[in-house]
């Protein structure tokens, strides 16, 4: 198949061929799910530490006898249905959140978020993206010459300056090819992507 894309200038040039296995699939949304959910899942820390009831700092005396008070029996005072017991389940720093996803239906799976992308006219292919200077007011405006306010740019290499001028630009992301997650395809607006970075993407991914 064939897609659209603009030189430098921003006009209209000729279209550049790609893989019809990489950009013309059909849109397969339980999959994207499983995939989008098991990259969320794969990128989150275990940071947190609950305390058990072997943990808290209470006394292991038994509150009162078992027997002839009127009163619940009670074992100790760390017991989880105390306030200010133990965790019944606790977390640990140790917890492992990954979900296994095949390398292969992860590529599908971003074949298919940017099969949609081409679909809904979201995906820009550019002859080359650099900047001048580092001036985030000089990529703000190029960006909004070409009516782009929220845009991920996927290049083959980062160009320095590109990345600084980018920084401050809050609805923009500057990225490489292999850092390309299926998050971020969806969470942006367009995507603009390099003629270089789109023959590195189909090596990768096919």
């Known amino acids: 198949m064939e897609l659209k894309f603009i030189t430098n200038d921003g006009q209209l040039a000729t279209n550049i061929s790609v893989s019809d296995a990489l950009f013309g699939r059909e849109y397969n949304e339980a999959l994207v799910h499983q995939v989008v959910t098991a990259y969320m899942a794969n990128t989150r820390s275990a940071n947190r530490a609950q ?45 492992n959140f990954s979900h296994k996803v095949n390398r292969k ?38 960006l909004k010459n070409m009516n782009l306010h929220e845009v991920m740019i996927i290049t083959d290499n980062i160009d320095e300056n590109l990345y600084l001028a980018s920084r401050n630009l809050p609805h923009v992301m500057v990225i490489e090819v292999a850092h390309v997650d299926p998050v971020n395809l969806l969470r942006f607006a367009n995507i603009l992507i390099t003629q270089n970075a789109i023959k590195k993407i189909e090596e990768i991914l096919i």
């Open 51 to 95: 305390k058990g009831r072997s943990d808290v700092a209470k006394s292991t005396h038994k509150p009162w006898r078992q027997k002839g008070t009127g009163r619940a029996r009670a074992g100790m005072a760390s017991s989880p249905l105390w306030r200010g017991g133990g965790k019944t389940f606790p977390n640990s720093p140790e917890e």
């Open 105 to 142: 239906m992860y590529r599908a799976g971003i074949g298919a978020i940017l099969s949609q992308l081409v679909r809904e006219n979201r995906l820009l292919v550019i002859e080359n993206f650099i900047v001048n200077e580092p001036k985030t007011k000089t990529l703000a405006q190029r």
